[in-house]
């Protein structure tokens, strides 16, 4: 079901609720478009590379993971996207320029992040009622801990499960199990509420979960 404003989400006779994370409970574009220009002037300023060779070997690197590692939370690491950009420019590995980077960027997008209010209204309402909450989110679990963190979430929400701890993404059925395993809730019980039609709808509803799907323009 397509959510036009948060109060559309029924809380009405559901146990639990499993949760995107990324670009559900705030936006991720213009973060990221901001931690990567922080990333990318430290790395024009102390490293000597170009603009363009900075863009073009991000690039690179980043579709280079995301083929390797295609399924698995760490083909979103940011810290492997540096490394390789480092050999792509210069051809070795740099590792003071990826760990620095790599800090630089959720640091800045640590700072940057912003709950979207209707997101966090609704997880007060739920938990108000009662109700079991888990984040489910495709990346690896020590950054997303740390927006966790940074959220409060922990004030809401009962478990998270990153795709690196459940071994596949979503809309693997099995990361959608391991929260309910999580929760001890069943399927039906659940909803599941996020901005990715093909990993958090499909996925959740391919095991039963009825799903609702946020976009960018729900405040
Ligand atoms: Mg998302």
């Not at 740099?94 to 960027?105: C, T, V």
């Not at 009622?129 to 963190?149: C, N, P, S």
């Not at 395993?181 to 509803?205: P, S, T």
């Amino acid at each position: 079901m397509v959510v036009k404003t948060w109060s559309d989400i029924d809380l009405n006779g559901i146990k639990g609720i499993l949760w995107d994370l990324d670009n559900t409970l705030y936006l991720y574009d213009s973060v990221h478009q901001i931690a990567f220009k922080a990333c990318k002037d430290k790395a024009l300023l102390m490293y000597g590379l170009n603009e363009e060779t900075f863009n073009s070997c991000w690039k690179m690197a980043r579709n280079k993971v995301h083929d390797d590692l295609h399924g698995q939370g760490a083909s979103h690491s940011r810290l492997l996207y540096l490394q390789k950009l480092f050999e792509f420019a210069f051809g070795n590995t740099n590792p003071e320029f990826a760990i620095d980077l790599e800090e630089i960027y959720w640091s800045v997008f640590l700072k940057e992040m912003k709950w979207r209010s209707g997101a966090k209204q609704l997880m007060h309402d739920a938990k108000s009622k009662g109700i079991e909450m888990a984040i489910v989110t495709d990346l690896t679990t020590h950054i997303q801990l740390r927006k966790f963190i940074k959220l409060g979430l922990n004030e809401f929400v009962r478990f998270l499960v990153s795709s690196e701890e459940a071994g596949v993404e979503k809309p693997h059925p099995n990361i959608f199990r391991l929260a309910l395993e999580k929760l001890n809730l069943k399927a039906q019980d659940v909803i599941m509420i996020g901005d990715n039609f093909e990993k958090d709808i499909k996925g959740a509803e391919a095991i039963g979960i009825k799903a609702y799907w946020i976009d960018d323009k729900t405040k």
